[in-house]
């Protein structure tokens, strides 16, 4: 599975940004995507989960009620709508593919390069 994550960039506190995430290859082995992020100097944190059918979503506390995690299985994209965009939201975002929603790095099995995210106040 090769994912190519787009969509980041630059915007200012409370703005709103659309991240896409595309799959290929062999997508059905691993039907769950997940979107993940890595601010300088910290660890790798979950962001949001989304099952194959898109009925189970899951998010991080920090991110619930500002972010959505959907997907178009027909296009193979999952997409995260970002709301309400805070500083402390700046980071690399990366999209993964794994077998089960889950949010633990490990649970994913294939990665995106990441796309930059950078909120200013």
């Known amino acids: 599975v090769q994912l190519q994550a787009s969509g980041g960039g630059l915007v200012q506190a409370g703005g709103s940004l659309r991240l896409s995430c595309a799959a290929s290859?062999?997508?059905?082995?691993?039907?769950?995507m997940g979107w993940f992020r890595q601010a300088p100097g910290k660890e790798r944190e979950f962001v949001a989960a989304?099952?194959?059918?898109?009925?189970?979503?899951y998010y991080a506390d920090s991110v619930k009620g500002r972010f959505t995690i959907s997907r178009d299985n027909a296009k193979n994209t999952v997409y995260l709508q970002m709301n309400s965009l805070k500083p402390e939201d700046t980071a690399v975002y990366y999209c993964?593919?794994?077998?089960?929603?889950?949010?633990?790095?490990?649970?994913?099995?294939?990665w995106g390069q990441g796309t930059l995210v950078t909120v200013s106040s």
């Open positions: 989304i099952s194959w059918s898109g009925v189970r979503t």
């Open positions: 993964a593919a794994g077998k089960v929603p889950g949010s633990i790095v490990y649970e994913y099995e294939h």
């Open positions: 290859g062999r997508t059905f082995s691993s039907p769950a």
